[in-house]
């Protein structure tokens, strides 16, 4: 059972964010949650970097999954950002990331939380995928990419 297109908004795909770093990239998906979510921004930046004390969420091959948990958020929220240039991340193949799939979860949605980053895992494997995410201009097809609509 796909789980993306029930956390992953049309609204939530960002393309060609222009940023230098982790940190900024965090700043930016704090404020669309707050915006959306009406959930603290900096609740956000600091989960995300609470789990990236524990390790790098970098995948390889220019993919990052940070994710991170929120109180009071109510159900898993998905939002892809593609950057308009690559940063480092850490990631296992020392490839900076360019693409990313930031998963917010509620505290405590465990199972939940393990069966999108399975699923996660598993889509960005696709060379081909990768390659059309990185290509498309267009964020709706990316949201129809991601959400398993096309």
Same mark, same amino acid.
């Given at each position: ?14 393309? &060609? ?9 965090? /700043?930016?998906?704090?404020?669309? !949650? /707050?915006?959306d979510?009406?959930i ?11 789990? #990236?004390? @524990?390790?790098?969420?970098? @995948?390889?091959?220019?993919?990052a999954?940070?994710? *991170? ?21 850490? !990631?296992?193949?020392?490839?900076p990331? +360019?693409? @990313?799939?930031?998963?917010?979860v509620? &505290? ?13 895992? #598993? ?7 990768? #390659? +059309?995410? @990185?290509?498309? !201009?267009?964020? &709706? ?6 959400? *398993? +609509?096309?």
């Open positions: 059972m796909s789980f993306l297109h029930k956390i992953l908004r049309p609204g939530h795909v960002v393309l &060609d964010l222009d940023v230098s770093s982790k940190k900024r990239v965090f /700043e930016q998906v704090g404020l669309l !949650a /707050e915006n979510y009406q603290a921004r900096s609740k956000v930046t600091d989960s995300l970097f609470d789990r #990236e004390k @524990l390790g790098s969420t970098g @995948l390889g091959q220019g993919v999954i940070p994710h *991170g948990r929120i109180k009071g958020l109510k159900e898993a929220v998905g939002i892809f950002v593609r950057l308009k240039a690559a940063i480092p991340f850490d !990631a296992p193949d020392g490839k990331v +360019q693409l @990313l799939f930031v998963l917010l509620p &505290d405590h949605a465990s199972e939940l939380h393990l069966q999108i980053l399975g699923e996660l895992a #598993e889509l960005f494997c696709s060379r081909a995928l990768r #390659e +059309q995410l @990185l290509q498309s !201009a267009d964020p &709706d097809q990316v949201y129809r990419m991601l959400s *398993g +609509q096309e």
